[in-house]
């Protein structure tokens, strides 16, 4: 079973992130390292939500998306130069070890913490996918997923880590 480790303050960031987009989704990326053990959160990487017209047409193959509009009340996209400007800046961080792209969260205003078949049919198997519901403009339940086999979401389990 995948586990995701990450600190107190990355659910902070996430949390603050969420709050002030609110009451559009916020994104952004999960930088860390891959491991046998799950994967471990070095750095929340808050990006822009991109979701626009553009966006729409780039995801005719799935269902409804004709008719989502250009709101980022309820949907989220991270640009691709976005997505391989962090994977390049993780690559060549300071660190002893390179960081890799191990996750992606938003918000969901006014709704659950829960995916959408949307949020399903964009996913990728390899990440993992932080959802913080934000009510009223105050980030509330945050939980934590992963796509099985079969491409279904299942909750994937969360550690809270204090990493000197």
Not at 89 to 105: F, N, T, V
Not at 114 to 120: G, L, N, Y
């Amino acid at each position: 079973m995948a586990v995701l480790k990450l600190r107190p303050q990355h659910l902070q960031a996430i949390r603050t992130h969420a709050e002030s987009t609110y009451p559009e989704e916020c994104c952004g990326l999960l930088l860390g390292k891959l491991a046998e053990d799950g994967k471990t959160v070095v750095e929340v990487m808050p990006t822009e939500n991109s979701w626009d017209a553009q966006a729409v047409e780039a995801f005719p193959e799935i269902e409804g998306s004709a008719k989502l509009g250009s709101d980022k009340r309820d949907r989220y996209a991270i640009a691709p130069e976005d997505m391989l400007k962090v994977q390049k800046q993780g690559r060549e961080s300071a660190s002893p070890s390179q960081l890799d792209i191990i996750g992606i969260y938003h918000s969901h205003p006014d709704h659950p913490a829960i995916p959408s078949e949307f949020d399903r049919a964009c996913a990728w198997s390899v990440y993992s996918y932080i959802i913080v519901s934000v009510q009223q403009g105050k980030a509330g339940d945050l939980r934590n997923w992963s796509l099985d086999d079969a491409h279904q979401f299942q909750p994937e389990e969360m550690i809270i880590v204090e990493i000197t």
